[in-house]
């Protein structure tokens, strides 16, 4: 082997890194090019052997992981990350393009996953290896994530040492230090990496795991016994294979445990009987933000970003950085000038001289950038924080990696659909008239319906129509497991949606949950799946015989009929559906409110409200002509909304809301609803059902009804002086609950008219034909104020402009 005269001893050629650390993967690149070995061993699954040729490819960009899954449960995974400064991913690329074999060597990820079945998730320390597979029970199946604290080093002589031990925390507490990654970057980072022999890095790392591990064992990390005897028989094998010309890149943990002697017959000892399970494994993009410990993620690091920079950077990385941090303040439109870099690198050096440290780290630039550029404030530097020292940087996999045919679909529907992936969130705007728009909605909904969260529905700033939709989406790398997972329904995504639903739907526990399936599929353009659908919900809605349970789902339903016109879909038989749901509330209702307690009333009526605004939408879409059967069912709802306001065993609240329903369909006019509101505030009405029932009436809006009614006001007032003091704080919460419910505005208007007395005109202002608050005249000088406003609207002239309103 080469390069064998300086610090390269005998034996295998060990390269103890610290995982995802720059300084490592210089040092291992300078090492490989010095020793130049016939083969590269590297900790991680050996089933990914088939995979390291991708590497190479054009379209491979890192961070990216490995993601191995159990092919019978996907959800069972675990990734290993490899970011552009990690020294595995350096070892692999040095290995493809000077055409060395590379090989890994960790313990096979069909024992790896099926070991997880029963323990929990294993968090490797910051030098030891590879990221484990999660406790089996947890939401969200990713690689284990180290802990966010480096804790001090423990007593060797407590009894107590199985705990974990983070041997870059036990070396920075011997060294004097209080922070192991400013430790770290003074003797790493900002060194040579062995200008005169490119082993002594190695060598220096490998002297100091040697006594941590005679000190500490395995640090409380009994599965690196079995983990280090499979990398001991691999790297045997290899030695006799290549003639002991062997590299071998792996945690600097393991490093004393692979040099020391151990027999063949212990090592298969170790691994005799250890569970399985079958897996396949697939290369997929990672993103700098899973890589740093605060994303519960981690592999970890505090600052990729950070890391990558120093990695990436030829020279200068101080004066770089600030280039970078001034860009970015740029383009959030603050002003920051040169000279601000120049002084803000001057300053870095400064604090890491008056440190004691060799070179500016993060801590003095990240200083040095609130100082100089922030004036002090941690507002915008945390915008550097998350833009540039974690990042938000997606990774990219070629096409032809090994995927599931679910996930190959999804990708020809996002290149179809021009909707690429992305780490950074974003809002996505979407016009359903356009037919691009349209995919990309039926895709988002589809995905949803999947648990593949990439896109979560937001409220439009424009438009509310039903063929606007807005969307904000990122993408997070666990989706991949997501994707894995439900392939099992299908290899197209309209397939496996489809047969979701339909599961869905037979599993569903309740007819709301049911009904709103209903919706998503008609959102996600699933027809196969919506006669599964529609004959569980005909037979749920045929047993339940809860009027609250059908007046639930009758809403979510009949929002869907309105996604046919948008669509095109069919939505006939969920038109039938819903007018016999409808016709068992009206029924059911009346008996349904008698009796109800304040919060039991409460609930039933939003029900009341909700079914109110679905028969709207249903007599709309069933239409009125002769035979449709759906023609008069506003009339019969307005018939149960007069029961319901004529009962007195109907709580004041649910009573309330029917004549304020009625008076705004025009079916109950101002001078009745004025008596009723009368008969309810007369002093026979106990204060706290007459206080439910004008918290029903004016309630949820109703404010304007007060504002241009003044009669209704003035009873209000009138009752209001009449309650007895004694009642006066029971009645007082209904009424501050009732009022707060208003806009500002509403509310100020309210108050001038009561303090100058309700029915009262203030200044000249009369009445006209008997309607409170209006003028007898038009108001000329408040007309004209917006008549320049109205000639830019609409361009035109003077004259044109009196024309048009002439």
Known sequence: MAGTEGGRGAGPLLLGVRHHGPGSARAVRAALAAARPRVVLIEGPPEADALIPFAADEGMRPPVALLAHAVDEPGRSAFWPLAEFSPEWVAIRWALEHEVPARFIDLPATNTLAWGKDDEADAEGELTGEEQPPDPTAETPTAGAPSSESPSAPDPSDPDIDLRVDPLAVLAEAAGYDDPERWWEDVVEHRGVGERDAFAPFTALEEAMGALRETYGVGGRDRDLVREAYMRLQVRAAQREFEDDVAVVCGAWHVPALRQKASVAADRALLKGLPKVKADLTWVPWTHRRLSRASGYGAGIDSPGWYGHLF??????VERWMTKVAGLFREEDRIVSPAHVIEAVRLAETLAVMRGRPLPGLGETTDAVRAVMCEGSDVPLSLVRDRL??????GEVPP????????????RSQRKLRIKPEALERELELDLRKEIDAGRSTLLHRLRLLRIEWGEPAASRGSTGTFRETWRLRWEPELAVRVAEAGVWGTTVPAAATAKAEADAVGAESLADVTALAEHCLLAELPDALPVVMKVLADRAALDTDVGHLAQALPALVRSLRYGDVRGTDTGALTEVAAGLAERVFVGLPPACAALDGDAAEEMRRHVDAVHGAVGLLGDAGGSGPGSGHGDLRVRWRAVLRTLSARDTVPGVIRGRAVRLLLDEGELGADEAARLMGLVLSPGTPPADAAAWIEGFVGGGGGLLLVHDERLLGLVDEWLTRVPAEAFTDVLPLL?????????GVRRTLGELVRRGPGKQAGTTTAVAG?????AEPDAGRA?????????????????????AG
């Open 400 to 411: 032809g990696a090994p995927a599931v045919p679910l996930q190959r679909d999804l990708d």
């Open 389 to 394: 020292v974690v990042g938000d940087v997606l």
């Open 784 to 804: 004209n104020a917006v008549v320049p406003v109205l000639r830019l609207l609409l361009g035109l002239d003077d004259d044109e402009l009196v024309g048009v």
């Open 736 to 744: 501050r609950r009732t009022f707060s419910s208003y806009e500002p």
């Open 312 to 317: 990436s950077a030829p020279d200068r990385p």
């Open 771 to 775: 309607i409170p608050g209006f003028g």
